[in-house]
């Protein structure tokens, strides 16, 4: 019944919304764009992994894709950014299981009803499975770039606010002083786990803000 009410809820917004862009100016372009963005905003809202987060993931990539002169896929893009964290939001969580896996395994069934173009789910499972700064990545571009789109999203003023609004709720941040040293530790760690050279550039601003 769930899925039904998801599907109903993707084709409905598909139809009807006239959006033409995000608040950050991200292009709504096409029909699925509009619905999983829609489907992002209404269901996988939190103060560090919600939809301010996946605008930033896009726009970061994008940018580091323009500093290494490199051509990516727009539509893999937009759905990586949108829905790589779905594996944090209930009903997709599987206790003991990394959100990333959790994430490929369900993102068929939001991506198919929407008009995704469904030959491009492996790249964006490939850019899902590498997004986490401890992960293997990909030898994918996509992949390589949103890899460092989110880890640099953990570091300056942005990741401070990120790590420390999950005070009391996560285990990075038990309490304020877990919190602190998360950061710490992130801005001391992350940076060289980043592969791209502006992304390392990037890097350096922010961990200054710190």
């Known amino acids: ?18 959006a033409e862009a995000t608040k950050t100016g991200i292009k709504l372009d096409k029909p699925w764009k509009v619905a999983i963005y829609q489907f992002s905003k209404d269901k996988l809202q939190h103060s560090a992994w919600g939809l301010s987060h996946y605008e930033r993931n896009y726009l970061i990539s994008k940018q580091i894709a323009e500093l290494e002169d490199i051509e990516i896929d727009d539509d893999v ?36 009803p929407s008009g995704f173009p469904m030959d491009k789910i492996n790249e964006v499972n490939a850019s899902i499975m590498s997004h986490m700064f401890y992960a293997k990545v990909s030898k994918n571009d996509l992949a390589r770039i949103f890899h460092d789109a989110d880890t640099l999203d953990f570091l ?11 005070t009391t709720r996560d285990d990075w941040a038990t309490d304020l002083t877990a919190a602190i040293n998360t950061i710490e530790r ?21 961990v200054k803000e710190a």
């Open 156 to 166: 300056g003023y942005i990741g401070i606010a990120r790590i420390i609004s999950l």
């Open 186 to 206: 992130f801005n001391n760690t992350l940076p060289k786990k980043l592969i791209f050279k502006s992304s390392k550039k990037i890097a350096k601003k922010r």
């Open 1 to 18: 019944m769930k899925l039904v009410i998801v599907f109903f809820f993707i084709f409905s917004i598909s139809n009807t919304c006239s």
């Open 77 to 112: 893009l937009f759905a990586t950014a949108f829905l790589h964290d779905i594996g944090v939001f209930e009903p997709y969580v599987i206790e003991g299981a990394e959100h990333s896996k959790t994430a490929t395994e369900n993102i068929v069934n939001i991506l198919q």
